[in-house]
């Protein structure tokens, strides 16, 4: 194990360190495959005991409360729904991509909100009876997410395992993108949805992908 003095020059959000002192309430732990732990303990001095379940190998521990830039990390309540329109990239844009495959449109999944991407909003916001401006805002994603839980299949799902490739950091880490809610999915999305539990009570552990664990998805909570 290194020494707290290493550990101090290795931040957890620059490297692989599992421990952090002079701070004392819990952790979040991310894995190579992208399930979520919590891992805590009730004093740390000089990063001695963790204690955790399941063998996994971690990537980055964090404090729920860790400031990143002006945002938090968890708050107590859920990240807001992200606007996006013509011009953005990046998360997520790639998820909103499969939700609008789900609903029928026939779209490339590349990260980029574009003219076709913005078509395809535009006709969904239509059909739903929202201003079809093209702009994705929290009225938008609301009617576009679909449920989804263990035994659903095709892109809705694929957008839930996206979000967990885009928290993997790395390209075939995580859930593999197989458009199958199986056994792995629901693991991970349990675990997730138990991180969140322990800060923000409105968060139910049941493996179902509702509008609470879209939104914490999709506004990009636990990614750090």
């Not at 409360?65 to 998360?91: A, D, I, Y």
């Not at 138990?194 to 914490?216: E, K, M, N, R, Y």
């Amino acid at each position: 194990m290194q020494t707290p003095q290493a550990q101090r020059r290795s931040p957890c959000l620059q490297g692989e360190g599992v421990c952090a002192r002079d701070i004392s309430h819990c952790y979040l732990a991310q894995s190579f495959s992208s399930s979520f732990l919590k891992i805590c303990k009730s004093e740390i001095d000089g990063c001695r005991t963790w204690t955790h379940s399941g063998q996994v190998s971690l990537r980055c521990v964090m404090p729920l409360r860790w400031k990143l830039g002006e945002e938090q990390v968890v708050s107590g309540t859920l990240s807001p729904w992200p606007v996006v329109q013509n011009g953005s990239n990046g998360h997520p844009i790639r998820t909103l991509q499969f939700l609008l495959r789900a609903r029928g449109h026939n779209l490339i999944i590349d990260g980029i909100f574009g003219s076709v991407t913005e078509a395809a909003v535009k006709a969904f916001q239509s059909s739903k009876g929202v201003t079809p401006d093209g702009v994705v805002n929290p009225q938008t994603w609301s009617r576009l997410i679909i449920q989804v839980k263990k035994g659903s299949s095709g892109d809705a799902v694929r957008g839930v395992q996206e979000e967990f490739q885009f928290r993997a950091g790395e390209p075939g880490k995580g859930l593999q993108v197989d458009g199958i809610f199986g056994p792995q999915t629901d693991s991970t999305v349990r675990a997730f949805q138990h991180a969140l539990s322990l800060d923000i009570p409105s968060v139910i552990v049941d493996g179902i992908v509702g509008p609470i664990t879209w939104q914490a998805l999709v506004s990009g909570m636990l990614s750090g």
